[in-house]
């Protein structure tokens, strides 16, 4: 079974804080992704990367970077908090085999408050 | 650009009731279809993958299917620990996907 797992379940910080958010997962896979999700606004893709080092932009990159040193590694930066990066932040991990695409597999998610 | 629509936005259903999800999408050269349960407070889990039109997929109460323009999440007699939020997505390119809002599912003993 592919595990992907997660550094925290739930996180309280600060405005303007440096938020380190890690996903772990042990299936070997080239894509690892970062999402968060809101109500109303559903999965919204953040950051993805389908190499070590390598990284693309997603739908809402604004106030986030990310880092991948290794391949069963990806971690989501806050530079500076805000209030409105208050949300539930999912990782993911999928295989990369030629031109087909595989499903993703989820970790079970970090709540992150900031206050 | 690429939408996907899920409908209903809720269902409530007895014990039992069978009842289909559905997913409607726009994409140039469908190249996956996934399907996905999402308990609340934890991260979705991967149900099913579909790559043609007519393609079918089953697991216990759960069958999907799949149109050129639409994939249907159909459920017989399910049981209440079937009730979750149901959510679809589809391929966008670049190994990107892009999801629908879901179906909130709920089922009474």
């Known amino acids: 079974d592919v595990k992907v797992t997660q550094s925290s379940r739930y996180l309280v910080k600060r405005t303007g804080e440096k938020v380190f958010l890690e996903c772990v997962q042990d299936?070997?896979?080239?894509?690892m992704f970062w999402y968060r999700q809101d109500p109303g606004l559903g999965l919204r893709l953040i950051y993805f990367?389908?190499?070590?080092?390598?990284?693309e932009k997603g739908d809402i990159p604004e106030g986030y970077s990310v880092s991948r040193e290794k391949k069963e590694r990806f971690s989501l930066i806050l530079e500076s908090a805000s209030t409105n990066q208050t949300s539930m932040y999912l990782c993911?991990?999928?295989?990369?085999?030629?031109?087909?695409?595989?499903?993703?597999?989820f970790g079970p998610g970090t709540r992150l408050t900031v206050t | 650009e690429d939408q996907v629509t899920q409908s209903p936005e809720a269902l409530r259903l007895q014990e039992g009731e069978s009842s289909s999800l559905n997913c409607s999408y726009t994409?140039?050269?469908?190249?996956?279809l996934f399907w996905y349960r999402q308990d609340p407070g934890k991260g979705p889990e991967f149900l099913f993958t579909?790559?043609?039109a007519g393609e079918e997929k089953e697991k216990e109460r759960l069958k999907a299917t799949l149109t050129k323009k639409e994939s249907f999440l159909h459920i017989t007699a399910p049981k209440p620990e079937d009730s979750a939020t149901y959510l679809c997505?589809?391929?966008?390119?670049?190994?990107?996907?892009?999801f629908g809002q879901g179906t909130r599912l709920t089922i009474n003993p």
């Open positions: 579909l790559y043609s």
């Open positions: 990367s389908y190499d070590v080092k390598m990284k």
């Open positions: 994409v140039s050269g469908l190249r996956g």
């Open positions: 299936m070997d896979h080239e894509n």
């Open positions: 997505a589809v391929f966008q390119g670049a190994q990107k996907l892009v």
């Open positions: 993911a991990s999928s295989l990369q085999l030629a031109v087909l695409t595989y499903e993703q597999y």
